[in-house]
């Protein structure tokens, strides 16, 4: 027993040492997008409530319903449930087992007396971690589970972010339906001037002709678009744990702002990213199984230990007469396996590696996603202003081609050809205001949604993962 205390201190397998990543030292595109994103503070994204950065109560509602009834976060809060009771069974690993056996029996024959037996023992058994592979077990589970907790959180991150951007693309269905209501008005009103003029011989029939087409075909884009806000609100309820037809967003106005992103350094990106954390979880984890699969090179130790007593009447049972003790020690070595241990550590070294080459790929496909996400910011914004002077100057086009038909100096055409030049500059000019919105929600989850656990600040101690966090 002194011995299997006293080597109980030595473990075995590599040290962790998380992998060395190519990280720059300054976004590429920042300075592009600076001018587009003005600096804003970061407590909102520290918080983690990032979506609150858009000003809108109807989708902070949403918000905190999805992170209540969506069932992909209910099976990621499942599963790091899973997480955290595999730790527990592996630290359960490290001590020892006592089991407590009781019998009683009565037996007898038609010609003799009948007897009595009763029987009690106290066992104990426990196998000391000589070699540190139950401790290793512990850490690869709490590994494990650490990367369940950043699963979680991306799961969360994921889908308030799919709810932000349908929600952003519903309200501007509705602006856009809006428009259209707008210019069908209109429409109708130039379809009865054109028929008025065609009554009086002034105007041609096919001046009629294309006035209703145009109607009727605005006439349609308005059915599909409804069916396209349909859909999005169907999206939303299934993100909301609600059925669709139990479910439903009232017309609302919609407020184009896009906030201010503080991008900070590309290093953050390692602790703000919940899928960065969760490979660089998943390397440690594969760093520990390493260590497991060399302590089959080792003997096992196995200390035992009980106390029984037997007798003809449970009075009698507890008398130390009737008692016996055993004390033991087993140890048990692999003379000959041809080769399996090795290959279950070469194999353990490969996968270690595998996870490092996944957990580098995934900082680098972040920081292109980051960089992506800034260089769109930065363009769709600067677009938005030219598409703002197009749509004003397409509509005053429109009105000018219209005063001049009533005049009778152009044809109808020109008409048609303005108002539906105008008509598709003011609906681009939604858009792209909507992709400005869904481009800032994507830089947002590009740069991890403000998620940062504890367990990823330095020097701090991997805790015990608690349920929700």
């Not at 971690?129 to 950043?150: F, N, P, T, Y």
């Not at 991008?263 to 990213?273: D, F, I």
Request: glycine share 6%; net charge negative.
């Amino acid at each position: 027993m002194a011995l299997a205390f006293t080597l109980t201190g030595c473990a075995i397998g590599p040290a962790y040492v998380q992998p060395e990543t190519t990280a720059p030292a300054a976004w590429k595109s920042a300075p592009a997008a600076e001018g587009w994103l003005p600096a804003a503070p970061a407590d909102a994204l520290d918080r983690g409530e990032w979506w609150k950065l858009f000003g809108d109560p109807v989708l902070d509602d949403l918000a905190a319903r999805v992170q209540v009834s969506n069932q992909n976060i209910a099976v990621a809060v499942a599963n790091y449930s899973q997480a955290q009771a595999l730790v527990r069974g592996q630290r359960a690993a490290l001590f020892p087992t006592v089991s407590l056996d009781g019998s009683a029996r009565r037996t007898g024959a038609r010609n003799t007396s009948p007897s009595n037996a009763a029987g009690a023992s106290l066992n104990a058994d426990w196998a000391p971690d000589v070699w540190g592979r139950l401790r290793k077990a512990v850490d690869s589970a709490q590994a494990g589970a650490q990367a369940s907790e950043a699963d979680l959180a991306l799961a969360r991150l994921s889908a308030i972010g799919s709810l932000a951007s349908s929600y952003f693309s519903l309200r501007e269905a509705d602006a856009e339906l809006r428009i259209l209501k707008e210019t069908l008005e209109g429409y109708e009103r130039s379809l009865q001037i054109t028929r008025n003029r065609y009554a009086a011989s002034i105007a041609a029939q096919s001046d009629v002709l294309q006035a209703e087409t145009l109607f009727v075909n605005t006439q349609a884009d308005s059915v599909e678009l409804k069916r396209t806000r349909d859909t999005l609100e169907h999206a939303i309820a299934v993100l909301v744990g609600a059925a669709p037809a139990d479910f439903s967003l009232p017309v609302a106005e919609w407020n184009p702002v896009v906030p201010g992103i503080p991008a900070g350094v590309p290093t953050t990106l390692l602790q703000r990213r919940p899928d960065i954390a969760a490979a660089e979880r998943d390397v440690a984890a594969a760093n520990a199984q390493i260590g497991i699969a060399r302590a089959a090179y080792y003997p096992n130790f196995t200390l035992s230990g009980g106390i029984s007593s037997t007798s003809s009447r449970v009075g009698d049972l507890f008398n130390v007469s009737n008692t016996l003790w055993s004390l033991g020690l087993s140890v048990a070595q692999v003379v000959f396996d041809a080769g399996a241990i090795g290959a279950s550590v070469d194999a353990a070294k490969a996968g270690h590696e595998a996870s490092v080459a996944r957990y580098r790929q995934t900082v680098l496909t972040a920081f292109q996603s980051v960089e992506d996400q800034l260089t769109a910011g930065a363009s769709l914004a600067e677009q938005e202003g030219l598409r703002r002077q197009a749509s004003a100057a397409a509509d005053r086009t429109e009105q000018q081609f219209l005063n001049r038909y009533r005049a009778g100096t152009i044809d109808y055409t020109s008409v048609v050809v303005a108002q539906v030049s105008a008509l598709n500059a003011r609906r681009n000019l939604l858009q792209l205001q909507v992709n400005r919105q869904t481009s800032a929600v994507a830089l947002i989850q590009s740069l991890g949604g403000g998620w940062q656990a504890e367990w990823m600040e330095p020097g701090a101690q991997p805790p015990v993962a608690r349920a929700g966090s």
